[in-house]
T-cell receptor, first 118, second 111 residues
Framework: AQKITQTQPGMFVQEKEAVTLDCTYDTSDPSYGLFWYKQPSSGEMIFLIYQGSYDQQNATEGRYSLNFQKARKSANLVISASQLGDSAMYFCAMRDRPPFQGAQKLVFGQGTRLTINP | DAGVIQSPRHEVTEMGQEVTLRCKPISGHNSLFWYRQTMMRGLELLIYFNNNVPIDDSGMPEDRFSAKMPNASFSTLKIQPSEPRDSAVYFC?????????FGPGTRLLVL
């Protein structure tokens, strides 16, 4: 069964610094996808970035990038130039079925609470 | 374009009462997911539908929980009878392809 591990329950970072949030995963399926979501204190879940297991390049979306190391089974989220509004819970998630096989089940990690200090 | 819409946003009820949560997915999306979030268990998938058909309900806690998707634009999650341990935030999400987009959630408190 697939598993997602986020080892950092909380992180504190100074504004404008870069942040790396760790995520490791375990799956036996060669085709999988990795996702990061942000959950601010207001409670909604906001999609940030996606990486497919066959993607050659690391995914990037604005200030977010995903440091994908397939051999290590890690998919760390990097936030550049952090802002106060980045303070939130961050969840790593994985689906372990090829995208063409209908809907896919996401498994989430326990999350990392990021606090950006002014 | 409107995102996933959930109602109600907050629900307080007494143990034993029936609770119905509603979800309208993003137009054009063909998959719909119901999740539950608690401090103890994190985010758990309860059930998901593809083209209105339930694909996997293995996450549904017990027979007190049921979900329906009568058409592409509406789904319900029903708890009958409700218990205090059902208190949680319930999220609906929809997708067409890789990414699931979440609704704002329903915060349920069962007294």
């Amino acid at each position: 069964a697939q598993k997602i591990t986020q080892t950092q329950p909380g992180m504190f970072v100074q504004e404008k610094e870069a942040v790396t949030l760790d995520c490791t995963y375990d799956t036996s399926d060669p085709s999988y996808g990795l996702f990061w979501y942000k959950q601010p204190s207001s409670g909604e879940m906001i999609f940030l970035i996606y990486q497919g297991s066959y993607d050659q390049q690391n995914a990037t979306e604005g200030r977010y990038s995903l440091n994908f190391q397939k051999a290590r089974k890690s998919a760390n989220l990097v936030i550049s130039a952090s802002q106060l509004g980045d303070s939130a819970m961050y969840f790593c998630a994985m689906r372990d079925r090829p995208p063409f096989q209908g809907a896919q089940k996401l498994v989430f990690g326990q999350g990392t609470r990021l606090t950006i200090n002014p | 374009d409107a995102g996933v819409i959930q109602s109600p946003r907050h629900e307080v009820t007494e143990m034993g009462q029936e609770v119905t949560l509603r979800c309208k997915p993003i137009s054009g999306h063909n998959s719909l997911f119901w999740y539950r979030q608690t401090m103890m268990r994190g985010l758990e998938l309860l059930i998901y539908f593809n083209n209105n058909v339930p694909i996997d309900d293995s996450g549904m806690p017990e027979d007190r929980f049921s979900a329906k998707m009568p058409n592409a634009s509406f789904s319900t999650l029903k708890i009958q009878p409700s218990e205090p341990r059902d208190s949680a935030v319930y999220f609906c999400a929809s997708s067409w392809g890789e990414t699931q987009y979440f609704g704002p959630g329903t915060r349920l408190l069962v007294l």
